[in-house]
């Protein structure tokens, strides 16, 4: 099969795709999901930039390769690249391989169609709106609307595009130049994305109002009061809050009720940003943390990360039932948007966005849902709630580990406490010593790949681990490695 | 393997896995790679709505099924799909599949990783820096930025951000509210894209400047001019123009070296979108029609297009070397980019983008490449407008059809004119007639499964259908099938 020449694109030669096809998938079943999620593999293949090129040869040449070379290059990709299923992964707010969820999205990748008319996506139009619809049962409504964005942060820009819209409808013609500035409200622990949505929607960054977070990380009602208070004193518009359903750091649910009270005072937009704790709806013992959500007028959730649908899986879902997002966004492009089709032109949701071409993101979470079930996705939810339990007590249980809080959610923050720092919390360089551990650990962690977790300094606190439980294949044994790794890997410091 | 009850995640049980996802590939093999891109099968199975929800029994219940019925469900999302690799799928801007680039989604979907940091994607962010350089260098750039974006849609957006920012760099914090009125221009055959990203940044549409185009759609020069000093005497600030190579429907090439004269003469950011034109670049003998590019300050280059790597994948390039991107999206999240990393934090490319989460699209793309070398893509790109031309000869040789224009592209846009509208180009109604021909061919084509062909009124023309010759798979035979076919399903109107 070797060949030195440049190859035919395989095209009209179905033998040939097959045989390709089916060669690779032998490697990504082999590299990619069983060693990819054995704990006696690595999580990760450490190399440093200039080696990893050379290892992996990027350049693009005039000359095509062999099948036989394209498929080491297969094998050489998955073998530096990282495990994100892999149970030792407890470094980003998503993690672990969800079969039926992979198997939606090699179906997706083969059928590759664009999610924006029912011509062209019958399967996937509807598909998309009846997932919408359950997502937003769980939110607790009985009607609405939705889209899946290719992330949580653009769903985040297009709550604050739909409420400026709907307060100041003539914006989407003539701009913000005509309006009077703008304010909306979202605490310091809110995602990062709600600032870049501001700039990039030219309000600016100085129209995000920062309200005050309690020491749990929980927006204070009564600060965005006093910030409404203030922005109005100063001439702005207020026009929404932006509220957190499970913060990226510390895991924090803000208080939904009082926040829907204010707003509602204010006449103010409500967005909530679930992204993170949405998933947490499924759990009839955990659902609690997002009491008030159903006030939202908008809300954005993903289910690629608790729900590990793949990336990405990212819906924004809206009360309204005024058709918002289409006269918002919409631009009735003829060459798409026909309107003398033969069917009902309704079902072209792709004027609902701001992209022309959508990748199908329902799939995958359909077919895993299909297969799961509600039970089996909030018996998920409940097993990370319980494993994260089990690890916070563990951490208490041990010499040299101090948890940064009490956690509400999956995020368990704490620090580990070298054996050369331990009882010198008095002493005047502990902060700055202690806050170079979590580098030096993550440095060896990773060149040794037994594990992968995140650090961050937060406030005023130093560097501290945030392990997220969130792969649905992690156990109790997972936990306690998770802490004897780190106590071996920093038994000399 | 059949089950009534909840069914476990298979977490922990490599062996069900594997035997799900093999089983699961096998059927993808089957139904949509090679039933799908048989011309003896159909492009698509058309149902109604209702009939097809009921077919696909989307509701989300309490308890899982069975790995039989998930199987089974897998088929029938296939069977009911439209099949965009067929060589009868002439609908969209891409068609097709390509065998390699398929290989590189399926290995980046089971890798499931976000490309922000070299920490958990070390191989796509080295590998999407050599796929943006290998794409700069056939815009004629040695140096210069980029990332891939969801879509030519958000790429575009990002233009007009980048633009902006460079000129008023402090919009990003105190917004548009403070500048003076902003004016950008574009053809009236530019893509609805930038109109819709004028509305979401804030600036409104009212801020885009309509420019002529000629009868062959492309951009007139001297209306840009004419058109900024307009806008300059209306106390607008001209920023940006952008261009368009190969616009959607048509499939023109706006003259970018006198557009990059005015710009130069203006001070003006000039943006092209080549979205659906970049790959052209790619041949020897056609690159001459975007002559000019490397004069753009931006470039949007959307290879899912006519590469056929797979939705989306979508480059923004740049020719700025000040590191503008990361300048223009960037907020230092602390959590994500931690500055005391044990590598150069500056392969952390995530804080470039607005997105936080951004999928892997580059990997598809470089495979594809590796396989065919610039060499078998070029001879690609070659084909497609070899075949263009095949089908506008046989176009012009036969009765009842009439083309548009001679295309320059691979956008073949032409008229059916039955059997009872020939010869009667002077009655009154003809066009009105002529325009009602190509939505009821479409519904007979569809529901047979034969063929999708899209069609578009366009400016002052009735409905005209606008074949995309793009599938790398394609033959002079799909021609002939394809006119062969609209005779047969219009021979009675």
């Not at 005024?322 to 003829?334: D, F, M, P, V, Y």
């Not at 945030?466 to 044994?477: G, I, M, Q, S, W």
Request: with cysteine; net charge negative.
């Amino acid at each position: 099969m070797a060949h030195s020449e440049a190859l035919p694109s395989l095209a009209g030669d179905p033998v040939a795709v097959e045989a390709l096809l089916r060669a690779v998938f032998g490697v990504v079943v082999d590299e990619a999901i069983q060693k990819g999620t054995s704990a006696s593999q690595k999580v990760c293949e450490w190399k440093e930039p200039e080696e990893l090129k050379q290892l992996l040869d990027l350049e693009l040449r005039c000359q095509g390769e062999s099948q036989e070379q394209i498929l080491e290059r297969c094998r050489t990709v998955i073998r530096y690249s990282v495990k994100t299923g892999h149970p030792r992964f407890f470094n980003q707010l998503f993690s672990g391989l969800d079969p039926h969820a992979l198997a939606g999205r090699i179906i997706t990748e083969s059928l590759n169609t664009s999610q924006y008319t029912y011509e062209i996506a019958p399967v996937f139009v509807l598909m998309e709106e009846e997932v919408l619809r359950k997502l937003r049962a769980l939110v607790g409504w009985s009607s609405g609307d939705g889209i899946f964005c290719p992330g949580g942060s653009i769903s985040n820009m297009y709550a604050v595009n739909l409420a400026r819209y709907q307060r100041y409808p003539d914006c989407k013609q003539r701009g913000l130049r005509t309006l009077p500035p703008l304010a909306l409200f979202t605490s310091k622990e809110c995602h990062y994305s709600i600032q870049k949505g501001a700039a990039f929607l030219g309000l600016g960054t100085d129209s995000v109002r920062v309200v005050k977070a309690d020491e749990r990380g929980k927006m204070v009602p009564e600060d965005l009061e006093r910030q409404i208070g203030m922005a109005e004193a100063e001439g702005a518009v207020p026009f929404l809050v932006s509220a957190t359903s499970g913060t990226t750091v510390l895991g924090a649910f803000d208080p939904l009720e009082a926040i829907a009270d204010v707003c509602q005072r204010h006449g103010l937009w409500l967005h909530v940003d679930a992204a993170w704790g949405g998933s947490v709806l499924l759990s009839q013992t955990h659902r609690h943390l997002l009491d008030g959500i159903q006030r939202a007028d908008s809300v954005a959730w993903n289910p690629h990360k608790l729900l590990a649908a793949g990336l990405q899986c990212s819906a924004l879902l809206l009360q309204d039932t005024s058709n918002l997002l289409k006269r918002c966004h919409g631009s009735q492009a003829s060459y798409l948007f026909q309107q003398d089709k033969f069917y009902d032109v309704a079902l072209d949701t792709g004027d609902k966005v701001v992209q022309c071409g959508r990748r199908v993101d329902c799939l995958k979470l359909w077919l895993m849902w299909k297969a799961q079930g509600d039970q089996g996705l909030e018996r998920r939810i409940d097993q990370a709630f319980a494993l994260a339990r089990y690890l916070v007590e563990e951490i208490k249980k041990r010499e040299g580990l101090e948890l940064v809080m009490e956690p509400e959610f999956v995020n368990v923050c704490f620090w580990f406490v070298p054996p050369s720092l331990r009882g010198k919390q008095d002493s005047p360089d502990y902060h700055e010593r202690l806050s170079k551990v979590a580098p030096v650990l993550k440095e060896r962690m990773v060149k040794e790949g037994s594990m992968m977790i995140g650090y961050q300094p937060h406030g005023t606190r130093g560097n501290f681990f945030r392990v997220v439980v969130a792969n649905p294949a992690l156990t109790c044994a997972d936990m306690d490695f998770l802490l004897n790794e780190l106590e071996r890997l920093g038994q000399d410091l």
